[in-house]
């Protein structure tokens, strides 16, 4: 193999199952992509068994695991594949760096942290984290402002436009005119408390998620020996779902592919739904058009019955790269257009829908409702609770942003970062007597103690006083078992103070600490604190309920597009397909229609046996939308660009 190019000289080795296993398209996309290398991955079409065999082959050709770097998404997608690859090779993969772009990211920084002037050891703040650190940089800000303060954007604001802008490698005055252009007339503010936030994270050692993505970036750019030392090492860059990323991770995986040059990026431009984060469906078109790199399009749907693939074909986003699907299934149903006079008897014919289904012998597992926005399905909600339908929302808060768990988590992060000021602050707030203000003095007492070389324990002693106390004895106790597992140390802090402070502060006391011994038994993995926090920081979903596969309740899904992607059902039931609620009728003001064409495909893309689509003829829920002449135009209604032919239509007096 050529060590510069990494691309196989000779004959490769190709096993012989390969060609068992694959389709003409999945065999020539896995064999023959090399350098700079764009695979188009209709949905359903076998992504994941692509990359799986790419991996493969790769290994089966004398690519040492340790050099193949696979970015994904999710962490659940990469243990998935590495999982396969390593079912397919019947080997080990000790080595081999697969996860996402920001468990990547903080794995360089964690060792490089220091050329950037952070501690190694610095803290990832969460969203909530990021919420509490920016609204105390407003408000040292905001101190000499008197009744002008009051005007400046909230945190959660500035931190959307500032997110935005580091995902888009957008100035700060682009952002505001394409978020919230309203905003123009505070930059200057919002310019001076990003500033300030950014001093505060490097006082306290803290990144947010933005942080890993952009500190790595600019190490990369700034220091060109560890550049080479780093894409030396990955001969190979696989990124999946390459539609969702945005301008700064594309740099990236250019970067770390800088030295060898073989960038493989698999995706579907059609289903790129995250722009509001900065991803770029473009990123798909502009590295197509770069010199030599190949293309290769997988087309055969193995997911949706052929009547399904039919109404897909017909919905293909008009922007998008040139694709028509091919269904391998046999023919069963054509999708259902259900017309209903209004939300409500919208909500009766899902019930009705859902009712026949379960006669059938379908489970509720097996049933999704889709809507482009949660508010949609607040009529629904209410019909399915009086019916005693069993559902779960795929929204809401985060396991690990829950209260009662970033409360446990404060504990640990101080153990691990002393100058984590958001975390203190938490857990000094959690004693009786102490606020906001006396936490912070507490805080920065610690700080110029540490600072001046004096040991925690002595400080923890020196401090203590009648309001004090307890905080410091408990913290001495736990301090001193710093180095146990984390487990050990959560046990500590439940029992020891969390549990009774629990059942005096909260009615469901009972659910929230079985959620802490839930939270325990997932720390019992965990040799050491920090990989534990890491860890819980950058998953995207921590599972609260038993593990035991057989208490896995049976629960119809109520989710957004956007939470369904990635995910399949059987059946799929999408509501208010009326213009003004989706195609969301902000884009419809905007001439915006792009990502709403991309949104109702990757919806219908998600359905299997069955699909339904629900209508109403009084229009959009929203009454001011309803009576405004843009939203009943055929070009902004999803239903009237479906062929007549393609679908069932009934209307709900029939059902």
């Not at 905001?142 to 436009?161: H, T």
């Not at 209004?342 to 097996?366: F, P, T």
């Not at 600072?451 to 002595?458: A, P, V, Y």
């Not at 593990?547 to 039931?573: A, F, M, Q, Y």
Request: proline share 3%; glycine share 4%.
């Amino acid at each position: 193999m050529l060590e510069n190019e990494g691309v196989f000289e000779i004959q490769p080795k190709i096993p012989a199952f390969f060609k068992e296993e694959l389709d003409e398209e999945q065999y020539e996309s896995v064999i023959k992509s090399n350098g700079k290398s764009l695979i188009i991955a209709g949905p359903g079409s076998g992504k994941t068994r692509v990359i799986t065999y790419k991996i493969a082959y790769l290994i089966y050709n004398d690519i040492k695991p340790e050099n193949i770097l696979l970015l994904t998404f999710t962490r659940a997608a990469a243990k998935q594949m590495i999982e396969r690859v390593k079912n397919v090779t019947n080997m080990e993969l000790n080595g081999m760096m697969a996860g996402t772009f920001h468990h990547f990211c903080n794995y360089i920084l964690r060792v490089y942290a220091s050329k950037i002037g952070f501690n190694n050891n610095f803290t990832i703040l969460d969203s909530e984290d990021s919420k509490d650190l920016m609204k105390i940089a407003r408000n040292e800000y905001c101190e000499k402002l008197g009744d002008y303060a009051k005007k400046i954007p909230k945190e959660n604001v500035i931190l959307k436009i500032i997110s935005y802008s580091s995902n888009t490698l957008k100035s700060l005055r682009e952002s505001i005119l394409e978020i919230s252009s309203f905003l123009i007339e505070y930059e200057n503010d919002i310019e001076q408390i990003w500033i300030k936030y950014q001093e505060l994270k490097k006082e306290i050692n803290a990144m947010d998620y933005d942080d890993l993505l952009i500190n790595t970036a600019m190490l990369l750019k700034s220091d060109k020996e560890l550049l080479k030392y780093i894409s030396k090492r990955y001969r190979y860059v696989l990124v999946d779902e390459f539609q969702d990323t945005n301008k700064i991770q594309l740099e990236i995986v250019e970067a770390l592919s800088d030295y060898h040059k073989n960038l493989i990026a698999v995706g579907d431009d059609s289903q790129s739904i995250y722009s509001f984060r900065g991803a770029r469906f473009e990123n798909i078109k502009d590295f197509m058009d770069e010199k030599n790199v190949k293309l290769f399009k997988i087309q055969t749907n193995y997911r949706s019955t052929p009547e399904i693939v039919n109404l897909i074909n017909d919905m293909i986003p008009t922007s998008s790269v040139k694709k028509h699907l091919n269904a391998k299934r046999k023919p069963y149903l054509k999708p259902t257009i259900i017309e209903t006079f209004d939300d409500l008897e919208q909500s009766e014919a899902v019930i009705k829908i859902i009712d026949e289904k379960i006669e059938e012998g379908i489970e509720y597992n097996d049933i999704a409702i889709l809507y482009r926005s949660h508010a949609l399905s607040m009529s629904l909600q209410q019909k399915l609770d009086s019916k005693l339908i069993p559902y779960k929302l795929l929204s809401g808060k985060r396991f690990i942003e829950t209260r009662h768990i970033k409360d446990i988590l404060s504990f640990l992060k101080i153990l691990y970062n002393p100058y984590d000021k958001i975390s203190w602050i938490r857990v000094m707030k959690l004693f009786p007597g102490i606020g906001t203000k006396t936490a912070v003095r507490n805080y920065e007492s610690i700080i110029s103690n540490l600072s001046e070389g004096i040991n925690i324990l002595d400080i923890f002693d020196k401090l203590s006083n009648k309001k004090t106390k307890d905080i410091y004895e408990l913290l001495t106790k736990i301090y001193k078992k710093r180095d146990d597992k984390p487990q050990n140390l959560i046990n500590e802090i439940y029992e020891n103070f969390y549990k009774e402070y629990s059942n005096l502060n909260y009615k469901n006391s009972r659910s929230r600490n079985m959620d802490i011994e839930r939270f325990s038994e997932i720390s019992s993995k965990y040799e050491n604190t920090g990989k534990f926090l890491e860890d819980m920081t950058l998953s995207e979903n921590i599972e609260v309920r038993p593990s035991d596969k057989n208490d896995k309740k049976d629960e119809i899904t109520l989710t957004t597009v956007h939470g369904s992607k990635g995910l399949e059902w059987k059946v799929v039931i999408i509501i208010s397909a009326n213009p003004g609620d989706f195609p969301n009728g902000m884009a419809i003001k905007e001439k915006n229609l792009d990502e709403e064409e991309r949104l109702f495909y990757v919806a219908i893309t998600r359905a299997k046996d069955e699909l339904y689509i629900l209508k109403q003829t009084t229009g959009s829920t929203n009454p001011y939308l309803r009576n405004s002449f843009v939203f009943i135009k055929s070009e902004n209604d999803f239903i009237k660009k479906i062929s007549e032919d393609k679908v069932n239509k009934m209307r709900v007096g029939y059902l």
